[in-house]
C-alpha cells in the first residue's frame, strides 16, 4: 500500500537542493520538496506548507483540515504509528 502521511514543513534547509524539514507526529525528518515547489511557489515559500509525505518526497500540499483529518483516519486505523516508526528508525 502506498501511504502519504501529512507533515507540517517546520524549516526549509535547502531551498536550492529543494530539501526541508518536516514535522510527522513528533517526528523530523529531512524530506525532498521538488515535487511542490514551482514558480509560483518557491522552497522559502514552503515554510509551514502541510504536504503529504511519502517514502521523503513531499507529493502534495494540503490544508490544515485535510491533515487533521488524515491523521485522525490513520490513527483510528493504527497506520500512523507504523509509519512514524518506520520514519524514526529510518533517521
Excluded: Y
Excluded at 501511504?3 to 524539514?21: N, S, Y
Excluded at 523530523?28 to 515535487?35: E, H, S
Excluded at 491523521?71 to 507504523?82: K, N, V
Amino acid at each position: 500500500m502506498c501511504l502519504g502521511i501529512p507533515g507540517l514543513i517546520v524549516e526549509v534547509h535547502d531551498p536550492a537542493r529543494k530539501l526541508a524539514m518536516v514535522a510527522v507526529g513528533g517526528v523530523r525528518r529531512m524530506i525532498n520538496i521538488a515535487c511542490i515547489v514551482d514558480a509560483a511557489h518557491p522552497a522559502a515559500a514552503c515554510l509551514g506548507d502541510w504536504v503529504l509525505v511519502h517514502v521523503g518526497f513531499a507529493m502534495s500540499r494540503i490544508d490544515a483540515d485535510e491533515a487533521a483529518r488524515t491523521l485522525a483516519l490513520l490513527t483510528e486505523l493504527g497506520e500512523a504509528q507504523a509509519e512514524i516508526e518506520a520514519m524514526r528508525a529510518s533517521a
